[in-house]
């Protein structure tokens, strides 16, 4: 079978670091991908991981433990324009189609 | 280079009607996703296509809906007589044809669908 959890929501300070985790549960995992959606917006790609370890672009960076069916999405020096949906994505199945959780809905304060 | 193209951006349907969304992939992407996201939720995999062939449909309504990719032009998304638990975003993906990448989703802008 396949499952995501992730918060629904969270809440920051402009300029701290938020740390967005993620939980699956994927039959032939094969990858944990992060995108950003703003609302009334398409999903925008952000990092993908398939080995354990992290991956760092700039002020983004993606772990992932597949042992323990675990990643996170780590956001630095935190931006209003970061307020956003992060969706977590595993890959996996005969197909390698993506599945989604709901989202976390990040709210960046002043 | 272009991106994922969709159109239209919003549709408006009376119920009973038919809706046909149109996705034409980035260049060189012969894999094309459908998903379907409703108010509050997150994104639901309805379909997976490369050209000419369904891959998987296991995310698709066994009645009104179905999806083609045919040799030339879009992929279409139709959804016959609509009802209004049908109103959704209806966002396509693609990615290359080689499995050696790491063959990444990128997403089109969507399509609104309003069933009245």
């Known amino acids: 079978g396949q499952n995501i959890d992730q918060p629904t929501e969270m809440t920051a300070t402009e300029g701290a670091i938020v740390q967005i985790n993620c939980t699956y549960q994927?039959?032939?995992?094969?990858?944990l991908f992060w995108y950003q959606q703003h609302a009334g917006e398409a999903p925008t790609f952000l990092s993908y991981?398939?080995?354990?370890g992290l991956e760092e672009k700039g002020r983004f960076s993606s772990f992932l433990s597949r042992s323990k069916g675990y990643s996170y999405l780590l956001l630095k020096e935190l931006q209003m324009k970061d307020s956003a949906s992060y969706l977590c994505?595993?890959?996996?199945?005969?197909?390698?189609?993506?599945?989604f959780g709901t989202g976390t809905l990040l709210a960046v304060q002043p | 280079n272009a991106g994922v193209m969709q159109n239209p951006r919003h549709l408006v349907r009376r119920r009973g009607q038919e809706a046909r969304l149109r996705c034409s992939p980035m260049?060189?992407?012969?894999?094309v996703y459908w998903y379907r996201q409703l108010p509050e939720e997150g994104l639901k995999f309805m379909v997976y296509?490369?050209?000419?062939?369904?891959?998987?449909e296991s995310g698709m309504p066994k009645e009104r809906f179905s999806a083609e990719f045919p040799k030339e032009g879009p992929s279409i998304l139709r959804i016959q007589q609509v009802v209004r638990g049908d109103s959704a975003a209806y966002f396509c993906?693609?990615?290359?044809?080689?499995?050696?990448?790491?063959?990444?989703?990128?997403f089109g802008p969507g399509t609104r669908l309003l069933v009245l």
């Open positions: 994505a595993s890959r996996g199945g005969a197909t390698n189609k993506l599945i």
């Open positions: 296509l490369q050209k000419e062939n369904i891959i998987d």
């Open positions: 993906a693609s990615s290359p044809s080689t499995r050696e990448t790491q063959e990444t989703q990128y």
């Open positions: 991981n398939v080995l354990d």
């Open positions: 260049k060189g992407h012969s894999h």
């Open positions: 994927t039959s032939g995992f094969n990858g």
